[in-house]
């Protein structure tokens, strides 16, 4: 008798949290607040060098890039959760074939086996 997995063994189960962990850390310590706030600016009438706010506008524009590709996977994700409950996943998207293990376990919302997700990274 095949011993069943309980969810929290599931390899997209545990993406899917630390997608989630990763986008309420970044909302969390770079969008909570105005920037102000995120500078840890005393006084709005106060002079900063103008290099300070400036990295706190870099900084919220490189998290906010970061927050879209967790946002890209969350939905890769939940695509792969999908094909999971209608029987197609692990199947490769172009040629059909089943994709190995190993790279499901490394990238379980994979949709393509290796060789064909190399091929589309060539084009």
């Known amino acids: 008798m095949a011993e069943q997995k309980s969810p929290a ?10 997608v989630e962990r990763l ?3 970044v909302d969390q310590t770079s969008f909570s607040g105005d920037e102000q706030e995120v500078s840890g600016e005393l006084s709005a009438g106060a002079d900063q060098h103008p290099a300070d706010s400036a990295d ?7 998290d906010y890039v970061i927050k879209q ?3 890209q996977e969350a939905e ?3 695509e792969a ?3 999971k409950a209608e029987g197609r996943y692990g ?9 190995p293990e190993a790279r499901l376990a490394a990238r379980p919302e994979a949709t393509l086996c290796i060789d064909c997700q ?3 990274e060539a084009d």
Not at 56 to 62: A, C, I, L, M, P
Request: charged share 45%.
């Open 91 to 99: 199947i490769c998207e172009e040629c059909g074939n089943k994709i």
């Open 9 to 18: 063994d599931d390899p997209l189960v545990q993406k899917a949290e630390e």
């Open 118 to 120: 190399r091929r589309r």
């Open 23 to 25: 986008r309420e850390f």
């Open 81 to 83: 959760m999908r094909r």
């Open 56 to 62: 706190v506008t870099e900084q919220r524009g490189r």
């Open 76 to 78: 890769q994700i939940q």
């Open 69 to 71: 590709l967790l946002e």
